[in-house]
């Protein structure tokens, strides 16, 4: 077969089982893994862990695809879609868990398109509005850190697709925080300008920073992460009394709902649809 | 000579099958060269059973593989067929075959160096990373533009000596 066919080979008919680029009704991303729980695992808390973890995901991604047609340069708008993409597919993958192990066989759909700000657990970091590009990459800088020293740990979960999804993600999250990182000192070792809007972005994280809590104790390596980055940057980590409240506890602030109205809009006017 | 047991011999055939499908975003490729295909067997009952892994959790690209994969065996006169997704161990680019580097490098894309191993990859923030010789010209003189490009696995960069730009599949 020629370079030059495979493409229109790949546009050919299909069996009803694919819709790549096409559209909604993607199948079940654990196609085929084995479901079950694994003896001593409490399926309630490991159904609350997907959902958690994958709602700081969806509502990551978001955020993250907000930018695309406004990024600085094009590059960074391909950039940001990527990461975004990488952690849609984690949220895609830690709901089809959580529907598996809460024994109400919801799927990814039901999770990230029929629940209420009230039912999300994302941390509230991860809902702010994006704004400016500095603070866009200083939040990606502290929740892509965070989430990789979770992950680290959760490799060793006894519930292997969740151990799984997690090793995946560590490498993803590697490079998400590298890019974030680099950033960071560019812009803050930047000009005059870009180093002012790093303090702003700077001030703006840090009252949220003693909301990344997990159940390891992952703060040294966050911290190690974040101090390495703003000396390289000529930037200090302001200290901020931690806001009161919790998104793992429900509740969050003004923005998640505009948020999910625009996440949820299409689904919900057309619950039915496939396309 | 042809040796094996007609099982052996069916489940060699529905591999060789498998095995020849084009990955749908690097059609260069084959999914056994780009080591997502981990697995073909045969059951008892003639069911052929094969195992993808993803590259990344979010490549938009599995759907269609699964399918490609089902209707070739299908074609191949396989009537039962699964797909299994397999996510463990995660996907590495250290699976993409000597054959399959070869290829990429045709086609103008830099194959990846050796993924890291063992234990977290600390930040670092110095330019550490050895530079990827340009696959049109051979020259080390080249540059990244961009750590994401038109696909996760993807990086996009320029050679300061041919001046072509070029992708460059990623370690992971």
Redesign the interface.
């Known amino acids: 077969m020629s370079d030059d066919h495979v493409y229109l080979t790949l546009a050919e008919g299909h069996e009803d089982d694919a819709r790549w680029a096409y559209g909604t009704g993607f199948e079940d991303p654990l196609h085929g893994v084995d479901t079950s729980v694994p003896e001593g695992v409490d399926a309630g808390e490991l159904a609350a862990a997907c959902v958690a973890l994958a709602d700081d995901a969806l509502v990551s991604a978001q955020r993250l695809a907000e930018w695309v047609t406004r990024a600085p340069e094009l590059e960074e708008e391909v950039a940001l879609a990527n990461i975004g993409l990488d952690l849609l597919g984690q949220a895609r993958l830690l709901y089809s868990r959580a529907g598996q192990a809460d024994g109400t066989g919801r799927d990814e759909d039901a999770y990230a398109y029929f629940r209420d700000a009230a039912d999300f657990r994302n941390v509230r970091l991860a809902e702010l509005p994006g704004g400016d590009f500095a603070f866009t990459v200083v939040r990606l800088l502290v929740l892509s850190s965070w989430r990789l020293a979770h992950f680290r740990r959760l490799q060793a979960h006894p519930d292997p697709v969740l151990a799984a999804v997690a090793a995946k993600g560590v490498k993803e999250l590697t490079y998400h925080r590298q890019y974030a990182a680099e950033w960071c000192v560019r812009l803050g070792d930047g000009t005059d300008e870009s180093h002012r809007r790093m303090r702003t972005a700077l001030d703006q994280v840090a009252p949220y920073l003693g909301e990344l809590h997990t159940a390891y104790d992952v703060r040294d390596e966050v911290a190690d992460d974040l101090r390495q980055v703003t000396e390289a940057a000529g930037l200090t980590l302001p200290v901020y009394r931690p806001l009161p409240g919790s998104g793992r506890a429900g509740e969050h602030t003004e923005h998640l709902a505009p948020l999910l109205t625009e996440l949820q809009g299409v689904a919900r006017a057309h619950p039915e649809a496939t396309w | 000579m042809v040796t094996g047991t007609p099982a052996l011999l069916d489940a060699r055939r529905a591999r060789q099958v498998a095995e020849q499908v ?1 990955d ?1 975003e690097l ?2 490729l084959t999914l056994a060269d780009l080591g997502v295909l981990r697995d073909v067997e045969v059951g008892a009952d003639g069911t052929v059973v094969a ?1 993808l892994t ?1 590259t ?9 593989m ?3 994969v ?2 070739r065996l299908r074609e191949a006169g396989y009537q039962r067929v ?11 680019s250290d699976w993409i075959t000597e054959a399959g580097r070869l290829k990429l490098a045709e ?1 103008g894309i830099a194959p990846p160096g050796p993924a890291p191993r063992g234990g ?2 600390p ?3 110095s330019p550490t990373r050895p530079a990827v010789p340009c696959p049109r010209c051979g020259s080390a003189d080249t540059e990244e ?6 696909t ?1 696995c993807k990086a ?1 960069w320029r050679c300061r000596a041919c001046r072509e730009p070029f992708e460059y599949v ?1 370690e ?1």
């Open positions: 084009p749908p059609p260069m195992s993803p990344y959790s979010g490549c938009p690209a599995m759907a269609e699964r399918a490609d089902a209707a699964e797909i299994r997704t397999v996510l463990d161990p995660p996907w590495t086609h977290p990859v930040l670092v923030l533009t961009s750590r994401f490009a038109a996760s996009l990623k992971i």
